[in-house]
């Protein structure tokens, strides 16, 4: 069942879903807006010189985080941002992450695979945003770029992210 914007109200009310510095005007119908962090990651310059062997490289080797208010991205670059908002979901219920439609018609996909947010997740989400337009495009730190939907789930996991992720749990 996906939650409307009634039932995203009540569950921020007692507490089952937690997001923090959430706005009342970023509900939706059925979805929350996220909104952009200052927080952004870009390739190191030095692997576009090479042949990047992802059975042996980590992700997290492969960027470089820069902080700042406002990013240029350049067609057909690619960069990580991370959520302002920060989203604890009890056992029962996930989320997916979705782009907004106004972006998407100006050529930019804000998540490329993982739109999961786990059942039991206790973090930032990390979007991997790519510019797809004929043109440079600038993204600010606030910007509504994405939003979350959820759904409850039939049963609670055994497994809730927080306690099992490997890699975004901490984020």
């Known amino acids: 069942m996906i939650l409307s914007n009634e039932d ?12 923090t510095q959430l706005k009342e005007e970023q509900i939706g119908p059925a979805s929350i807006d996220l909104t952009l962090s200052n927080e952004w990651q870009f390739f190191r310059p030095s ?3 090479r042949t990047v062997d ?31 908002e920060k ?13 907004r439609s106004r972006y998407a018609r100006m050529g930019l996909i804000i998540h490329i695979t993982s739109a999961l947010v786990q059942p039991g997740s206790d973090n930032h989400q990390v979007l991997e ?8 495009v600038k993204l600010r730190a606030g910007m509504r770029i994405s ?7 039939g ?9 099992f992720g490997q890699i975004a749990k901490d984020q």
């Open 47 to 49: 692997l576009s010189k």
């Open 8 to 19: 995203i109200k009540k569950m921020l009310k007692e507490k089952k879903i937690i997001i």
């Open 155 to 163: 049963s609670k996991t055994t497994k809730p992210y927080k306690k």
């Open 129 to 136: 945003i790519v510019n797809l337009a004929p043109f440079s």
């Open 87 to 99: 989203i604890t979901l009890p056992a029962d219920i996930m989320g997916k992450l979705e782009g």
């Open 54 to 84: 992802l059975s042996k490289t980590e992700f997290q080797r492969a960027f470089v985080t820069k902080k700042a208010n406002a990013i240029t991205l350049k067609k057909r670059e690619m960069c990580l941002a991370k959520t302002r």
């Open 147 to 153: 939003q979350v939907v959820f759904h409850k789930m």
